[in-house]
């Protein structure tokens, strides 16, 4: 299936400059993606944002497992139909969210929105035991924390109070709503138009 673009069209280019940089995309999302939503009509995620590239979701679409909701002006061809690229797609079965966030690397960085926990840095981070697991600390969600390179190698194996240390707020696990939440906070630097009306429709709203 062959795509064509209209002759003032310039390729739409998703930039993701705000995005943490070990945050990566798929090369086919640089072109013309499609904004996912579950059935309720949320983005299946915020960070990343729930995209795919405009092949998966016209084969979607013909498969009929999703329904098209915005469309890019360009075409794309097959041997016997031309169809729109979709910009937003919204599944038609609904897919239940996770209970309970899985303990990952990224998921421990978003909780503490990719910022040191002692310091205000958000360069060159890495993980701290509040509790140094030389001292019984575990590697849990409430001892684990994102700490830059200066603040974890000044605190060593040291607890807060020998290393005359404070922490920004108390690690806790987050449920996966709070996760979504904080995703919300680091949207791509360019986001299309049609995608608008779905990525906040459910904030609420300010007084």
Known sequence: ?????????????????????????????????????????????????????????????????????AEYDTLVHSP?????????????????????????????????????????????????????RSKGGRTTWENVVASCGPCNLHKGSKTLKQAGMNLRRKPVRPTPEQLQNIGRKFPPNHLHESWMDYLYWDAELEA
């Open 1 to 69: 299936m062959a795509r064509r673009r209209g002759p003032d069209e310039d390729p739409w280019m998703l930039h993701c400059t705000n995005m943490p940089s070990f945050v990566r995309h798929p090369g086919g999302l640089r072109d013309h993606p499609a904004l996912v939503l579950n059935a309720d009509f949320r983005p299946l995620s915020y960070l990343p944002l729930s995209l795919w590239p405009w092949q998966e979701a016209v084969k979607a679409a013909v498969l009929d497992r999703v329904s098209v909701v």
């Open 80 to 132: 016997s139909i031309a169809f729109r690229i979709p910009s937003v797609v919204v599944l038609k079965e609904y897919v239940k969210p996770a209970r309970s966030s899985a303990f990952t690397r990224f998921n421990l960085f978003l909780r503490d929105e990719f910022t040191c926990q002692y310091c205000p840095s958000r360069e060159h981070l890495t993980f701290d035991h509040v509790v140094p």
